[in-house]
């Protein structure tokens, strides 16, 4: 069959996107095409078009039969800035790929390749992943060297979890682990899940939601998702429009947002897209058990598979009982530059082989470069000691609850870089470690600005911070006022939050209360206030 194609670009595009007579025979080829997902199909595109135009030309690349019957579809797009070529959706699509019939696939991709590189001049397209049980064949033909087009291909195993296997999801439950973390969140409240299915009830929870992606996203990845694409929030609020079309999902501890989900969903399964946990409750693994929690949740809808898509984290794995093979093509216009890439490639590849074979992890060498690059190490001669017991205080009511908040975690948002050169991301990925230890965090925050923070241990638990061990007894808290690169908090600051710590901890039981401070003629204010409210220097040695 005679192919004819036509690449549309930019408001002719967003046009084609919007006519109602094209998105039905767009339909109607997603409907009959094997391979496709959501992230081809035009609910998805023409939104994404539409909010990201101002960023990216949209590009919608279509073939016609000879009777002008739609045969295939590749919904591309041009970043503006860089001219780089891209598919729709750009970062925030889980797959990439086309739309067409299998009799249609070779016949439809040859013209289709040769319209691109005509028309959309580019030197490297690099997809995301294909579309699972997309038939891959003719990319890796001499038919695609043959347009003058060069294809090489990584693969990867990316998990399912296929929920008609009643086994596996006995299995996770029956771990101790699991059930004993799931008991002792049911003991700080109901452990619900509840799918969001009202547009308003979603933009109410937006706020929250941004927060949770802010803070995971910066602390993990280096990047606020929300804050640093702007147009990110907006283009989830504007798929509230279609709840029908998308999971919206919580998991509640009583009245407190414990995790939630928001990704795709198609006919039999779910793709995992958006995610977060209140990071203050991380030592009780609240991804985790928001998964088992949702896996229950769509076997009542009758979803068979949660596409737990790739990335390589543990739990996933974990998790998972099935996997996809997913192969990601990175396709060039000119033979060098793909020999180019390929000799790249693999030295990168002799690089890693070199590193396993001598029991190296390259992961764990870049975390301590950055670990090591980013903090100093202390030792207890950078410090004097002092103590407070619980005989000695009496509680203050003066700045009682005074702009104090407890594990506010969204109040480090509001962390602005100043003269320490400490950047927020370190601030974050502290607090990710600190929340799994179980310290707690007070905050002094007012009109969307933070102007201090602190960090009161568990109580008895190991306090390890700055290069040293501090070992507690069982009935001992450390508080922790220093900033990464061991700068104080002001005085004044510093004497309202030590105060809500000693009324705070002194009311669990707590018999002694220890802090640091770092020996400085700058700290003598700090000192005098500790000592006004009842500290003692001590001896370090003694206390180890």
């Known amino acids: ?7 549309i670009r930019g408001d002719d595009a967003l046009k084609y ?4 007579a094209f998105l039905n025979k767009w339909k109607t080829l997603a409907d009959n095409t094997a391979h496709k997902t959501v992230f081809q199909q035009s609910e998805f595109v023409s939104l994404w078009f539409h909010h990201y135009q101002q960023y990216f030309e949209p590009i919608l690349v279509i073939g016609f039969s000879g009777s002008e019957e739609l045969v295939g579809l590749i919904p591309l797009a041009i970043e503006r800035n860089s001219g780089i070529l891209t598919q729709a959706g750009a970062q925030l699509a889980e797959y990439s790929g086309w739309l067409c019939t299998s009799n249609d696939n070779d016949a439809f991709l040859q013209a289709a390749f040769k ?4 028309d959309i001049p580019f030197s490297q397209w690099k997809w995301t992943y294909i579309a699972p049980d ?5 990319l890796r033909s001499n038919q695609l060297k043959n347009t003058g087009i060069y294809a090489q291909f990584e693969s990867m195993d990316s998990p399912i979890l296929d929920l008609h296997d009643e086994e596996k999801l006995k299995k996770v439950l029956k771990n101790k682990s699991v059930k004993s973390k799931i008991n002792r969140l049911k003991r700080k409240g109901e452990l619900k899940i509840q799918r969001i299915t009202e547009q308003s009830r979603a933009l ?20 606020a998702a929300f804050e640093d694409d702007q147009l990110q929030r907006s283009f989830y609020e504007a798929r509230n429009n279609n709840l029908k079309d998308n999971h919206f999902s919580v998991l509640w501890v009583g009245e407190k947002l414990l995790a939630f989900h928001y990704g795709y969903i198609d006919e039999d399964s779910i793709y995992i897209g958006l995610s977060a946990f209140d990071p203050t409750e991380s030592k009780h693994s609240p991804g985790v058990i928001f998964l088992i929690y949702l896996a229950n ?6 979803i068979r598979y949660i596409d737990l898509t790739p990335g390589g984290d543990e739990y996933k794995e974990r998790l998972s009982n099935t996997h996809n093979v997913l192969y990601i093509p990175t396709i060039h216009t000119s033979m060098l530059e793909q020999s180019k890439q390929s000799l790249k490639k693999n030295c990168k590849a002799l690089a890693i082989n070199a590193l396993r ?8 060498i870049k975390k301590r470069f950055n670990k090591e690059s980013n903090t100093k190490t202390y030792s207890q001669n950078d410090f004097d000691l002092y103590s407070i017991k619980s005989d000695r205080y009496v509680v203050k009511q003066s700045h009682q609850g005074q702009n104090i908040n407890i594990q506010s975690y969204s109040d480090l948002l509001d962390y602005k870089q100043s003269d320490n050169n400490i950047s927020r991301q370190m601030i974050l ?20 600005q933070l102007h201090a923070f602190s960090w009161l241990s568990k109580i008895g638990a190991k306090y390890t911070r700055l290069g040293f061990d501090f070992s507690n007894n069982k009935d001992t808290v450390v508080i922790d006022c220093l900033d990464l690169n061991l700068h104080l908090i002001e005085t004044n600051h510093m004497k309202v939050l030590i105060e809500n710590m000693l009324n705070h901890t002194f009311s669990e039981n707590t018999q002694e209360v220890f802090i640091f401070i770092p020996k400085s003629a700058n700290n003598q204010d700090c000192v005098a206030a500790l000592i006004k409210t009842g500290f003692e220097k001590l001896n370090y040695s003694d206390n180890q």
């Open 115 to 118: 319209a691109i590189k005509s």
């Open 134 to 138: 997309t038939d891959t064949s003719w």
């Open 17 to 20: 996107a919007s006519d109602k």
């Open 297 to 302: 949740l769509l076997i009542e809808e009758g």
């Open 1 to 7: 069959m005679t192919i004819t194609v036509k690449i």
């Open 357 to 364: 074979s001598c029991n190296i992890d390259k992961d764990q």
């Open 204 to 223: 109410e929870l937006m706020d929250q939601v941004t927060d949770l992606v802010n803070f995971r996203h910066e602390s993990a990845h280096h990047d």
């Open 429 to 448: 990925s502290d607090a990710t470690y600190r929340f799994s230890r179980e310290d707690t965090l007070f905050t002094i925050h007012q009109n969307s």
